[in-house]
């Protein structure tokens, strides 16, 4: 999907685009980086649409929720206009997104607070289990990559892969509840619930995270060694700079960082890039599940008590992380890769 | 079909790819494979067997509505095999049930994104242009989604039910179907004998059902079985969450809900439906890879 896209964007026959961009931005990369981010606009744009659109049809009535069970119908309506939902669906889908262009994001309707301060809170923990779990599972997945492919097929290649196989099978909220039972309620080692700020105490802070942050990384450290160690695997059989390589002498270690990894690293980035989205979903149920109060956690809550402008904000800007996400993959592509900046591949 | 042909072809596979290994190497490693997709295969067909015929061919206990007095049993206790939880309701009734709910979901979600998605993403990419253009951007937008959010979102709108979770589900199952399709299709597409139907003015019909169609199932059942263990495990997350399989009928994820619930007196009511989603999941995952070997040796 990317490579046809890119195709596109820098063969000749685009010759239209071409002079437009060719006289607004001089070197390739920048033309390729406007172009996509001209191109997300529209993505983030219709991402919006929808999920207003999906609000409308949430059922129960938003007005009734607030004013409360035994309001009169004049109360009911009162209650609608000072929310602005009397207005017709269009108009406060454009007032809603100038709102949240000026930062703006509306007014919680269950506990009266302005979205954007709730944010602000919510946002450092999401950030945290997000980066921290990040890190890790790319961490943890080269060293055991690298290990299996060292001698493929092997009897340490055989256990990694049967042991990253196992783990892969085992949704994160299972695995979240499995490290909940080993290491708090048998082992008591680690808080089984409770997220502790950092401003409070480092240490506390990091025991607090240490097991939604695993249950979120090792699924997806598992999914990114078994797809580097396949790829190592195939150009350690084949690849003629891997013979040349080993030919001239080089050790294992040298040919499969230096020569291996290398050429892999782009479908790594590709992968982890595409599970950005996964790993900002998965924090709805993580953070559930160990009471940590992140946008995710927020997201949940607004959905079940029917918060509109909660939902609206939190999935506008989960889809936004991914979408950038995404972006981000596209145009380290193109910094990594000559080819596609010159588009001559 | 493609899982039962791979042991009839042995000539495959195995004689090409590394021709220094000794032959017992090679020989290993295959009947390895083929070990590998029986397993998976048979774990799968078993576990359909179970979770549909079970309950009416295995004298199980209703799934719901049991006694307080029965409460927690231990593993083992006469009549209930693997105990009962905190409601007193037989864990093996409940996780055959659960189990039969979420295959259900599993394969409804992906036939319907298999018709739905492959259509789309076949026509799409046999179109190109600006159509093909139109179709993928529509397409961005839902998959532009965290697909766990998306899928919460769409439960809530709909309330949760059996028919309304797969619904849900569908929602990301038909764009990355679709995606998928697309990209087959266009590689079809520049294959000779296409262009030689072209040449020869097949009509558009015959075209996409004689050519393009065959060439593309077998990527798409790879995808599929990926997809199985996918829509599962997400359902299973819907459920835990509430918006799923309504309690107090079971399904995986709200069994492992409840045992949560009463962690610290029960442990081993987590540990069933946790084992039972992992072979599952683990089954369907393989079955895929033997698939992909399958598809991609020959």
């Known amino acids: 999907m990317t490579s046809t896209a890119d195709a596109q964007v820098t063969s000749p026959r685009s010759k239209k685009h071409g002079s437009f961009l060719g006289r607004t931005a001089g070197s390739p990369l920048l033309r390729l980086i406007i172009r996509r981010v001209l191109l997300a606009v529209p993505l983030l744009l219709a991402v919006s649409l929808l999920v207003f659109i999906l609000l409308e049809a949430m059922p129960g009535d938003p007005a009734r929720n607030q004013a409360g069970m035994d309001a009169t119908e004049d109360q009911v309506e009162a209650v609608r206009r000072s929310m602005g939902l009397d207005r017709p669906a269009p108009e406060r889908y454009i007032t809603w997104l100038f709102g949240f262009l000026r930062g703006d994001l509306g007014v919680s309707s269950v506990s009266g607070r302005p979205v954007a301060e709730l944010l602000a809170e919510r946002l450092p923990v999401t950030l945290e289990l997000v980066g921290l779990a990040f890190v890790l599972s790319v961490v943890l997945a080269l060293p055991v990559a690298l290990l299996a492919a060292r001698k493929p097929g092997g009897i340490v290649d055989r256990l990694i892969m049967v042991f990253s196989m196992t783990l892969l099978a085992i949704p994160n909220f299972v695995m979240a509840l499995l490290l909940v039972l080993v290491f708090a309620v048998t082992l008591q080692m680690l808080p089984a619930i409770g997220y502790v700020p950092v401003q409070v105490s480092l240490v506390d802070n990091l025991r607090s995270v240490t097991l939604p942050v695993l249950a979120l990384a090792i699924p997806m450290a598992c999914f990114y060694a078994r797809f580097l160690r396949g790829d190592l695997g195939e150009q350690l059989l084949g690849a003629g700079y891997i013979d040349t390589a080993r030919a001239k002498g080089a050790g294992i270690w040298r040919i499969l960082w230096l020569h291996a990894f290398r050429n892999s690293s782009f479908g790594l980035l590709t992968l982890v890039g595409l599970n950005i989205g996964a790993l900002v979903g998965g924090t709805v149920i993580i953070e559930q599940i160990f009471a940590m109060p992140g946008m995710g956690m927020l997201m949940l809550q607004g959905v079940i008590s029917l918060d509109l402008a909660i939902v609206q904000s939190c999935v506008f800007i989960f889809a936004a992380v991914a979408i950038f996400a995404n972006l981000f993959v596209d145009i380290m592509y193109a910094v990594l890769d000559p080819r596609i900046r010159y588009g001559s591949h | ?298």
């Open chain 2, 1 to 298: 079909m493609a899982v039962t042909s791979a042991p009839l072809r042995p000539e495959l596979g195995g004689a090409s790819p590394a021709p220094t290994l000794p032959r017992t190497g090679v020989r290993w490693s295959k009947f390895r494979r083929r070990m590998i997709t029986w397993l998976s295969g048979g774990t799968v067909v078993l576990l359909i067997l179970l979770c549909f015929l079970g309950p009416y061919v295995l004298p199980l206990h209703p799934p719901v509505g049991g006694s307080v007095l029965n409460s927690a049993l231990p593993p083992g206790s006469p009549g209930h095999p693997l105990g009962t939880d905190v409601n007193g309701n037989d864990v093996l009734s409940r996780l055959i049930h659960g189990g039969q709910a979420s295959l259900t979901v599993g394969i409804a979600v992906n036939l319907i994104g298999l018709v739905v998605g492959g259509s789309v993403g076949a026509v799409s990419g046999y179109l190109g242009g600006k159509s093909d253009t139109a179709i993928m951007r529509v397409l961005d937008v839902l998959i532009a989604f965290p697909s766990l959010v998306l899928v919460i979102v769409l439960a809530q709108v709909l309330g949760p039910s059996l028919p309304n979770t797969i619904i849900a589900l569908t929602a990301f199952s038909i764009p990355a179907v679709a995606r998928i399709a697309r990209s087959s299709t266009m590689k079809v597409m520049s294959m000779p004998y296409l262009q030689a139907a072209q040449l020869a003015g097949s009509p558009w019909w015959r075209i996409l059902f004689r050519h393009i169609v065959p060439n593309i199932v077998p990527q798409l059942t790879n995808f599929l079985m990926l997809g199985m263990a996918i829509v599962i495990v997400t359902e299973g997350a819907l459920s835990f969450l509430g918006l799923g399989i309504p309690a107090p009928n079971p399904s995986w994820g709200n069994m492992v809900y409840e045992a949560q619930q009463s962690m610290s007196a029960t442990p081993q009511l987590v540990l069933w439906p946790a084992l039972a989603l992992l072979v599952t999941v683990l089954s369907f995952n393989l079955l895929g890879e033997s698939i992909r070997d399958e598809v991609n040796t020959r």
